[in-house]
Each structure stands twice: as C-alpha cells, then as structure tokens.
C-alpha cells in the first residue's frame, strides 16, 4: 500500500506490525541498489549503494534487530559491502527465497510476523506475502507493490531501506533516544 493511500486506520496496523520485528530480511538489487549493474570489458562489475540505507542498517543492528540479506545473484560487491555493515546473514544466489527464509525463521526461532522483508520484484513476492510486514520500493514491480504491506517512498537504491528501519524504530520506540544521541 503506497503512502497516499494509507488511512488512519491503515497506519496503525502498519505500526502495529512493524513494533513486532525483530528481523529485516532484503534483497539487493533494485533495493539496495537502484538494480543496475555496470560491467567492463573484464567482467569487473560495478553498484551503487545508498549511504542513507548503510546507516539505516547499522541502526537496526545497533537496537538489536538482526538485518540479512538473500538475493538472487552471487556479486563480491555484496559480500563487501555487508562485511562493512557487519552484516553476517548474507545469503547469495537464492533464485528460490523460501528455503533460506525457513532456515533464518528457525536460527532465530522467530515467527512470521517477527520478520519484515524489503523486495522490489516478482523473485520476493513469496517472501513478500510470508512475513510479517511486506514491504516494495517504490519503483518495484506494480504486481509486487499491490501485494505489500507498505510501498517505500523512496525508490531502490535511493533510501528505501532507510525509510523501513526508521518505521521500525519509530514503531518500537527507539528512534527518538536515536535522534536524540545525535544532537549531542
């Protein structure tokens, strides 16, 4: 559900999901990153990544919620740039979602509506419909943002996942004591 169409009422059961995650599951690309990637004549391959979304990781793992990753494609970019993040739950070249997503359940013996998944294309929808608080980018696929929870206003790549984890701390209460720890 975009943001222009959430009612008073649909605001409040989004809150009321998101104060129950304890785990932000994510893909890549077209999340993370706007979902181009740049090849050279020597198979070097390039993304970019959000800054806004590096740190909106790191806050979540800061109030102890656990972030992971499962993406389709396999890229030392992603294992890079995770290691930065002290992202340890990094799941590449997961064409089929679903068995990674039981095996994070069970890890952390969490229940489906302990988990928020962040996807952009028709590969998330199951995981997408699965959990707890579904969410889409904002230029993610029209059949995927209709099946969501909550569609970002940010497009991939471009502060989605920022905007997932401050609705999550916001949810939970924790984001004022955040705001707050940065204004001294």
Same mark, same amino acid.
């Given at each position: 559900?975009? $943001?222009?169409?959430?009612?008073?009422?649909n605001i409040q059961?989004l809150?009321?999901?998101? #104060?129950?995650i304890?785990l932000?599951?994510?893909?890549?690309?077209?999340?993370?990153?706007d979902g181009?990637?740049?090849?050279d004549?020597?198979e $070097?391959?390039l993304?970019?990544f959000?800054i806004k979304d590096?740190?909106?990781?790191?806050?979540l793992?800061?109030?102890?919620?656990?972030v992971a990753?499962?993406?389709?494609r396999q890229?030392?970019?992603?294992?890079?740039?995770m290691?930065?993040?002290n992202?340890?739950?990094v799941h590449? $070249?997961q064409p089929?979602k679903?068995?990674?997503?039981?095996?994070?359940?069970?890890k952390?013996?969490l229940?489906?509506?302990?988990?928020?998944?962040?996807?952009?294309?028709?590969?998330?929808?199951?995981?997408?419909k699965q959990?707890?608080l579904g969410?889409?980018?904002?230029?993610?696929?029209w059949?995927?943002?209709?099946?969501?929870?909550?569609?970002?206003?940010s #497009?991939?790549g471009?502060?989605?996942? #920022?905007?997932l984890?401050?609705l999550?701390?916001?949810?939970?209460?924790?984001?004022?004591?955040?705001?707050?720890g940065?204004q001294h």
């Amino acid at each position: 559900m975009s $943001n222009e169409a959430l009612s008073r009422e649909n605001i409040q059961q989004l809150a009321e999901k998101a #104060r129950k995650i304890k785990l932000v599951i994510t893909d890549v690309d077209g999340v993370l990153t706007d979902g181009k990637v740049f090849l050279d004549q020597t198979e $070097n391959e390039l993304k970019s990544f959000n800054i806004k979304d590096g740190l909106g990781i790191k806050l979540l793992m800061q109030q102890n919620i656990t972030v992971a990753v499962i993406t389709g494609r396999q890229s030392q970019i992603v294992k890079r740039r995770m290691a930065e993040l002290n992202v340890t739950e990094v799941h590449q $070249n997961q064409p089929d979602k679903r068995q990674c997503f039981a095996s994070l359940m069970e890890k952390f013996d969490l229940e489906v509506d302990d988990i928020a998944y962040l996807g952009d294309d028709l590969p998330d929808l199951p995981l997408i419909k699965q959990c707890g608080l579904g969410v889409c980018v904002a230029d993610g696929h029209w059949f995927v943002q209709q099946q969501a929870d909550w569609v970002t206003s940010s #497009r991939g790549g471009d502060g989605a996942f #920022r905007e997932l984890a401050e609705l999550i701390l916001g949810s939970q209460n924790l984001l004022p004591d955040i705001l707050e720890g940065y204004q001294h």
